[in-house]
């Protein structure tokens, strides 16, 4: 299944998203986590090659080699990658092995889409779960949409909500409303909000959507700071 002669998916424009994101990645010489479909083995692998206009991208040799026999049977693989704070993920298909049994690579086919949190200029940091953050969504009529803060910083964050809650209070892109933020053991954090992007729900995973702060306050966006800052401590102290 990997040895197609010509292999190529939809090709992708350079203006698009998802290659903008590759793009990143390739230039930053990122190290990417690979693991494929009912494995939880991962390898390392990095980006040497992006061709959009063939809608593909070419991925170096695995490190340590993934079994070539769940590659075969499912070309299936996810990847991740962390750039600048950033936890950058997508799912992607492996269209064609090359080269050398001991140095191989791979080509891929663009993703459909590309899970990058980070589209704002101040650095992001991510919140565990087991920190247990809530986040309220307040529209009209008194309407509530509750879910876990998963990223956050002083200009926005992005947030796991139940598919239900955004459809009953409408989340799309460019709602408006309020928001409450449990971050602290001060009272909640409170400020008005725009959605600027809704990735919906997929099979057991949740909504995820991602918020800008309009006009946040000078008191709150310093909570934000500090606890972005303490978040990023913690992170360091367990690399």
Same mark, same amino acid.
């Given at each position: 299944?990997?040895?197609?002669?010509?292999?190529?998916?939809?090709?992708?424009?350079?203006?698009?998203?998802?290659?903008?994101?590759?793009?990143?990645?390739?230039?930053?010489?990122?190290?990417?986590?690979?693991?494929?479909?009912?494995?939880?083995?991962?390898?390392?692998?990095?980006?040497?090659?992006?061709?959009?206009?063939?809608?593909?991208?070419?991925?170096?040799? @695995?490190?340590?080699?993934?079994?070539?026999?769940?590659?075969?049977?499912?070309?299936?693989?996810?990847?991740?990658?962390?750039?600048?704070?950033?936890?950058?993920?997508?799912?992607?298909?492996?269209?064609?092995?090359?080269?050398?049994?001991?140095?191989?690579?791979?080509?891929?086919?663009?993703?459909?889409?590309?899970?990058?949190? #980070?589209?704002?200029?101040? @650095?992001?940091?991510?919140?565990?779960?087991?920190?247990?953050? #809530?986040?309220?969504?307040?529209?009209?009529?008194?309407?509530?949409?509750?879910?876990?803060?998963?990223?956050?910083?002083?200009?926005?964050?992005?947030?796991?909500?139940?598919?239900?809650?955004?459809?009953?209070?409408?989340?799309?892109?460019?709602?408006?409303?309020?928001?409450?933020?449990?971050?602290?053991?001060?009272?909640?954090?409170?400020?008005?909000?725009?959605?600027?992007?809704?990735?919906?729900?997929?099979?057991?995973?949740?909504?995820?959507?991602?918020?800008?702060?309009?006009?946040?306050?000078?008191?709150?966006?310093?909570?934000?700071?500090?606890?972005?800052?303490?978040?990023?401590?913690?992170?360091?102290?367990?690399?």
């Amino acid at each position: 299944m990997l040895n197609r002669k010509s292999a190529r998916g939809a090709a992708v424009a350079s203006d698009d998203e998802r290659h903008q994101a590759l793009e990143q990645i390739h230039a930053a010489h990122c190290l990417l986590e690979v693991r494929c479909e009912g494995d939880d083995r991962a390898a390392q692998s990095a980006i040497i090659e992006l061709v959009p206009e063939r809608g593909y991208f070419v991925l170096d040799a @695995f490190t340590p080699p993934l079994d070539p026999q769940r590659l075969a049977a499912s070309p299936q693989i996810q990847v991740r990658a962390r750039l600048d704070g950033r936890d950058i993920r997508f799912a992607t298909r492996l269209l064609k092995q090359g080269g050398k049994r001991g140095a191989p690579y791979y080509m891929a086919a663009y993703p459909e889409h590309v899970d990058n949190p #980070q589209r704002r200029r101040e @650095f992001r940091v991510n919140v565990p779960l087991d920190k247990g953050a #809530q986040v309220v969504l307040h529209g009209a009529g008194g309407l509530q949409a509750r879910g876990e803060l998963r990223d956050l910083s002083p200009s926005g964050f992005s947030a796991h909500l139940d598919a239900a809650e955004c459809e009953r209070v409408g989340l799309d892109n460019g709602w408006r409303g309020t928001c409450s933020l449990n971050i602290d053991s001060v009272a909640a954090l409170t400020g008005a909000v725009e959605v600027c992007h809704v990735k919906p729900a997929t099979g057991p995973l949740p909504a995820r959507v991602g918020v800008c702060f309009v006009d946040l306050d000078a008191r709150s966006e310093r909570r934000i700071e500090r606890y972005v800052a303490e978040l990023d401590r913690e992170r360091a102290r367990l690399r």
